[in-house]
């Protein structure tokens, strides 16, 4: 995927064995404990504060829409949560573990996958190639190495799962065309089945609906609802269209200037007068 902008500073990915081991198995969910926690989470780059205690929190389950302007540090929060970029202060918590030095790579094994929102694919793949190497990068033990050099094929059922994923999101006529032959709105699509692939139990989703039309945009919330419904993944979604926010998601979290402002059901969120003047320039 894209590099994060220079200067940001990466999160580590120096961790001992036994020490990934704890920190990844370490903590316990508990009952009415979110399965995402982020907590005061800070961080500046220069003189610019891009969070600044920013604290929310995403149940099983559920699907939220982190919202704001331009500049409010949703990009930098997600990065923050992926493991991407280490904050200055605060927490991050998932399944009940402190996140705290787990390196990208393990996160997406622990269970957060990520769609972003400058589209990043193989040209020369299919769609259910696509998924195939997602799945072989979760699983690790060699095969996605083994899959780059062409010497691993794979089974018949690793297939007709990638099949099926690929027909879910709607795909299934276009299963086997390389995704260079696509136009944006199904390179998202791909995008979002190789996301499933590691079996999430959290979709961070990045301006899913970036460079797609209305109708595109329509089919991408209602298959963010359907990950949602019938697989039961958590959504954390960041996005602009307010339309396509308001049918994909249960609550929506409000970001300005890297504070949330606000934190509820959509309805009483978009009529609140700070979120106006902030996120729709006006307070009436």
Not at 41 to 59: D, H, K, R, Y
Request: net charge neutral.
């Amino acid at each position: 995927m894209g590099d994060p902008a220079a200067g940001e500073r990466a999160g580590s990915g120096e961790q001992s064995a036994a020490g990934e081991r704890a920190t990844a198995g370490g903590g316990t969910a508990v009952a009415g404990e979110p399965l995402l926690a982020v907590a005061d989470v800070s961080i500046a780059f220069g003189g610019v504060q891009a969070l600044a205690g920013v604290s929310l929190a995403v149940a099983a389950g559920e699907a939220v829409g982190l919202v704001g302007p331009n500049g409010a540090g949703k990009t930098t929060l997600f990065e923050c949560i992926g493991g991407r970029l280490r904050p200055d202060g605060g927490s991050v918590r998932f399944a009940g573990a402190d996140l705290a030095g787990v390196p990208a790579h393990r996160r997406s094994r622990l269970g957060i996958a990520r769609t972003f929102q400058r589209v990043e694919v193989f040209p020369e793949l299919t769609p259910v190639e696509h998924v195939l190497v997602a799945a072989r990068a979760r699983q690790g033990g060699g095969m996605l190495w083994r899959d780059l050099v062409r010497r691993g094929t794979p089974r018949p059922d690793e297939v007709e799962q990638a099949r099926a994923l690929v027909g879910m999101v709607g795909l299934a006529d276009a299963a086997d065309v390389p995704v260079a032959a696509l136009g944006l709105g199904h390179t998202r699509l791909v995008e979002l089945a190789r996301a499933l692939a590691s079996s999430p139990r959290l979709l961070l989703a990045d301006e899913p609906s970036s460079g797609l039309d209305t109708t595109e945009t329509a089919v991408i919330a209602a298959l963010l609802r359907r990950i949602q419904r019938e697989r039961g993944v958590a959504v954390l979604l960041v996005e602009h269209d307010l339309a396509l926010v308001r049918r994909a998601v249960d609550r929506v979290v409000v970001l300005d200037s890297g504070h949330v402002i606000a934190d509820g059901p959509f309805a009483l969120v978009v009529a609140d007068p700070a979120v106006r003047r902030a996120y729709l320039g006006r307070s009436a």
